[in-house]
């Protein structure tokens, strides 16, 4: 059973170009949530989709957008760059919303911005 | 608002020394408690988990109390090894379930 897949593992970006992360859950779960993590940093939460909806939104500016598919997988787009938003991107997913229940991260997507 | 405070690191130790990372909490209503671990290279697993108050979690030696009378989820483990370096982040997610809100990180070194 594979776990959660990220794709790209590694990206070279320029300032002002956009970019799109795409994210697999682990088999048997719906609810998908994308977080930012900067160097020696805990992660920072984006925002999370189930049944194809943003359901929560972190502080993050409009430039981060998202969607969720009917097979459950998510892609994170980022416009306009900037050199800040260099950091690795995890996705994380789980079985429906209850808050007691196992998030499992991907290993990321390393984002970086020159 | 909801956030979680660790213990500055890193934190270093010898070979099956005791460890207590301290972690603590602000959070409206009845959160749900994580800890996890993030190998060099790797990202991040869960570790351990408590969902109310005065539950344990437990997992490779490593437990956590969830404590509502001083908001706190201290990980210990009575004898580390070098394998256990890592950074250990801790977490809530609270009442709704939609978001995990981690704290800062601990960075872990064990020497032999």
């Known amino acids: 059973d594979a776990g959660v897949t990220q794709s790209p593992t590694h990206l070279i970006k320029t300032r002002g170009q956009q970019v799109t992360l795409r994210c697999s859950p682990k088999s048997g779960h719906d609810t998908v949530s994308w977080y930012q993590q900067a160097l020696g940093q805990g992660p920072q939460f984006i925002f999370q989709y189930y049944e194809e909806e943003e359901r929560q939104r972190g502080n993050f500016p409009d430039r981060f957008s998202g969607h969720q598919f009917p097979n459950y997988s998510s892609e994170l787009n980022v416009n306009a760059l900037l050199l800040g938003d260099s950091a690795l991107y995890l996705c994380?997913?789980?079985?429906?919303?209850?808050?007691?229940?196992?998030?499992?991260f991907g290993p990321g997507t390393r984002l970086t911005v020159t | 608002g909801n956030s979680v405070t660790q213990m500055e690191g890193p934190v270093t130790l010898s070979e099956e020394a005791f460890l207590t990372i301290n972690c603590t909490y602000t959070a409206t209503g009845y959160p749900s408690l994580f800890w996890y671990v993030q190998y060099p290279g790797e990202g991040l697993q869960l570790l351990l988990k408590?969902?109310?108050?005065?539950d344990k979690g437990s997992n490779k030696g490593f437990e956590a109390t969830y404590r509502k009378e001083t908001t706190s989820f201290h990980l210990e483990k009575g004898s580390v090894q070098v394998s256990d370096s890592a950074v250990y982040f801790c977490a809530l997610r609270n009442t709704g379930g939609f978001k995990t809100i981690f704290g800062a990180g601990t960075r872990l070194f064990v020497k032999a």
């Open positions: 408590a969902t109310k108050a005065d």
């Open positions: 994380a997913s789980r079985r429906g919303l209850d808050r007691g229940t196992e998030q499992y």
